[in-house]
């Protein structure tokens, strides 16, 4: 039976967004029609896999990206750096928020059979799953938005003292003003009415449990032992390349000439000078005594004349990752996945928490040397990191293992497997729900 699904990622580095084109883009494949909804400034990005695509308000996600906010990522450990992340992100919420609400509502327009929706806007989207009388499905990168013993509700994968106390503490109501919003949102825009817990994601308007999809691999993060049966770990969900992308003439020249290279890459996170750290890059490699190619990405890593080293826009790692010796990243999830499928040694230089946690966690699994943070790192340090990666025989050999586990799953096709059955055994289909009232649509804008 065809499915209509709306997916919707309202914030994040295009890393963040990347596993849900990926979604949207498998349901198309399999036949169904998706729309992914997130930040205009992925509009183009979704567009290369021809996938239906809803712009919503980007500003947050354009301020995460200014340098000022960047540097500050680099040091949220600290107390008086989150809390100016704090103050920053809080002051456009007066002007971005309702927008944000207004153009949520709007990508719904056509109608679903099933919302599907990342955390970052689990307290909103299955607002609209109950405005069109269909299910919702959370997905997610993470284990930490299901209750359990094993698994924290924020950064970190080892079991604390307090896990349970923090789950409840995460999945409180909304605070004003944003509950304030949402009210408002739920009924002038909408037209429902108040209910008990509308903002919250664990269940739906009738009490019913709502389906988790989690993008992860089990051998990679092993499933919480008290996770309900509608938990759903379905394996990492890779957007592989496009079948027309070719690399550039340049790239395919630097690895024929010579011993296969390394690669460095840190994403679309930077803070600090990408001069700077093009020489730091630069120093490290030299000596390491290896060759390189730097994927320059959106960090802006700036390596001018360097020997040994090729500088790239962008690559795609799948078509990379197994042409080099071993991959220094940011430990952001996208990227170590496709280290971990390629089976190279890998070499995390985090820049933030959430990133920190990853690094660790590849490293206690055995292909990754210990991390080294961003803002600490040395030209003397990422050498040696990059001596031991390649040359550490149980890294290497480990690295496979899991390349041959990694290998035998396909996460995005059974997560389209799961969506399929949550809307057979749901038995409702789509409708179009017309145009927002125009009072209330303008009210929300104001």
Known sequence: MELKALV????????????????????NRAGHTAVLAGPRLYQSFAAEYEVAFAPLNDELVQLQSSPDIRGLYLHNDDPEARRRLREAMTALFPKVFPLLLRGMWEAASDGADVVVYSPSSRQVAPQIAERLGVPHVLASLYPHHVTSREYSAGPGLRPTETNLEDHARVNRPLPPPLSDWVSTWRSDVLGLQPRDGSTDFRTDADGNPTPVLHSFSPHVLKPASDWPEWVHT??????????????????VRFLANGRKPISIGFGSM????????????????????????????????????????LVVKDVPYDWLFPQVRAAVHAGGVGTFNAALVAGVPQVACPFHNEQQMWADHVH?????????KFRELTAEALAAAVVTATTDERIGLTAQQFAEKLGAENGVEEAVRVLERVHTSSGRVSSAVGECPRKSSESMND
């Open 8 to 27: 919707y990622v309202t914030d994040g580095s295009r890393g963040d967004i990347q596993p849900y084109l990926a979604l949207a883009h498998a349901l």
């Open 234 to 251: 379905t394996g990492f969900w890779t957007l592989s390349r496009r079948p027309d992308w070719q690399p550039p003439a340049e790239l």
């Open 364 to 372: 206690g699994l055995g292909v990754a040397t210990a991390p080294l």
């Open 270 to 309: 930077f803070g600090g000078d990408p001069e700077a750290t093009g020489a730091l890059v630069a120093e490290a490699v030299r000596k390491a005594g290896e060759r390189a190619v730097v994927v320059e990405g959106w960090g802006g890593v700036k390596i001018r004349g360097a020997e040994d080293i």
